[in-house]
């Protein structure tokens, strides 16, 4: 019963605060939603009783969204008015009506299969944190390598992008240029 009240409360919530990240035009305001969505996903992880998982979905993911919010507050002016440019209503419709098919088809494909077997059953005595780095580490080490270089290269090509708009550096200047530019920054 507390599962079932549990699971309930927390797709309520979850749904609530995605509805919320794309309904709403105020940047902070999302990602606020963003990372309390994050958070009411681990929670299904603990009902489950993956505490790992839970674990690594509120330090990586929530983390990850933070960073995200810390980023917004910095680069983008969050009080402009965003304008968005919509496009043929047409094909949003079409791609949403796609999306929503597949989704319920890739859901429903194992409730109506009867050939389900677990390639890398359950081992006597291992705890979940055995489990997933037994999985991991077999039969997902190429993807999980590869996300790993992926999420350099992201970051290699941030801090690029966000070194091309720094044409000076403070540490070669000397203190009157760095007050002329503070000057011309505030006025």
């Known amino acids: 019963m507390f599962e079932a009240v549990a699971f309930y409360l927390f797709a309520f919530l979850t749904i609530s605060m995605f509805f919320i990240v794309v309904t709403t035009s105020q940047a902070l305001y999302a990602l606020t939603a963003l990372a309390a969505g994050m958070i009411f996903i681990s929670a299904f992880f603990f009902i489950l009783g993956a505490d790992f998982l839970g674990a690594v979905q509120i330090i990586v993911y929530t983390g990850a969204v933070m960073a995200l919010y810390a980023f917004g507050m910095m680069f983008f002016d969050t009080t402009r008015e965003v304008k968005e440019k919509l496009g043929n209503k047409y094909i949003i419709l079409g791609l949403t009506t796609f999306a929503a098919v597949l989704v319920v088809v890739i859901f429903s494909a194992p409730m109506v299969s009867s050939n ?16 997933v780095g037994l999985v ?6 190429v993807p999980f390598e590869v996300a790993a270089v992926m999420l350099l290269v992201a970051m290699v090509a941030g ?11 403070l540490t070669l200047m000397s203190e009157v240029e760095i007050d002329e530019t503070n000057k011309k920054v505030l006025s």
């Open 116 to 131: 389900i077997t677990a390639f890398y059953p359950m081992v006597e005595g291992a705890g979940n944190t055995q489990e």
């Open 159 to 169: 801090i690029v992008l966000a070194g091309k708009k720094m044409d000076n550096s």
């Open 136 to 141: 991991l580490f077999t039969k997902y080490l």
